[in-house]
């Protein structure tokens, strides 16, 4: 099955911008992903799907700072202008048709 | 606007049994697969169980399977979920997430519920 690995943590500055990254194990690097923000002591909350290609498709709501890119095996979520809600964890998922759906461990992200 | 509020929760002895529900509202519930997704403690998210649409189609992690039982009631728009044989280790916060397809592990995750607290403990 897929496993899909993340940095634990990632810290940038009030107002620029950061990107996450989740990797896609081999033999699954064309798999599409989704990216939730789960803030402290919130439930998750969806933000895009994104595939293979780089096309990406936000959840309601999300805003345009939010953005979703790929290269191969690596998936991207890029923040521009963070602001302080932005800190949260930030996990990507993945399914492996008739058998299960996987997660990453997550990422902490701090605005400092 | 798509809404999921999951109940049940509680603290139940090792070894015991709970029924997990969620309500599903703001959609039409039999076109849309259901999953639960759990985290415990400081730790991160792991799938529990899918199942799909019409109810027909279920799925499990090998962590709970042969313990817990998922199902639906598309009259009632209801999720269940019913753990047995409960472990400390299914200590967590339960959430019902939806898909975006009817067939189960075909998509990703598009809405969460709130999520509800169970706790195996003596």
């Known amino acids: 099955q897929p496993v899909l690995t993340q940095s634990s943590s990632a810290s940038a500055s009030l107002g620029s911008s950061v990107t996450l990254t989740c990797t896609l194990s081999?033999?699954?690097?064309?798999?599409?992903i989704a990216w939730h923000q789960q803030q402290p002591g919130k439930a998750p909350r969806y933000l895009m799907k994104?595939?293979?290609?780089?096309?990406?498709n936000k959840g309601s709501g999300v805003p345009d700072r939010f953005s979703g890119s790929s290269s191969g095996a690596d998936r991207y979520l890029s923040i521009s202008n963070l602001q302080f809600e932005d800190e949260a964890d930030y996990y990507c998922?993945?399914?492996?048709?008739?058998?299960?759906?996987?997660f990453g461990g997550g990422t902490k992200l701090t605005v400092l | 606007e798509v809404h999921l509020l999951e109940s049940g929760g509680g603290l139940v002895q090792p070894g015991g049994s709970l029924r997990l529900s969620c309500a599903a509202s703001?959609?039409?519930?039999?076109?849309?697969?259901i999953n639960w997704v759990r985290q415990a403690p400081g730790k991160g998210l792991e799938w529990v169980s899918a199942?799909?649409?019409?109810?027909?189609?279920?799925y499990y992690a090998d962590s709970v399977k042969g313990r817990f039982a998922i199902s639906r009631d598309n009259s009632m728009n209801t999720l269940y979920l019913q753990m047995n044989s409960l472990r400390a280790e299914d200590t967590a916060v339960y959430y019902c997430?939806?898909?975006?397809?009817?067939?189960?592990?075909?998509?990703?995750?598009?809405?969460w519920g709130q999520g509800t607290l169970v706790t195996v403990s003596s």
């Open positions: 199942i799909s649409g019409s109810g027909g189609s279920t």
């Open positions: 703001g959609f039409t519930f039999s076109n849309y697969a």
């Open positions: 994104l595939a293979g290609s780089g096309s990406y």
């Open positions: 998922e993945t399914w492996d048709s008739n058998t299960q759906k996987v």
């Open positions: 997430a939806k898909d975006p397809l009817q067939i189960s592990l075909a998509g990703t995750i598009d809405y």
């Open positions: 081999s033999g699954h690097r064309s798999y599409t």
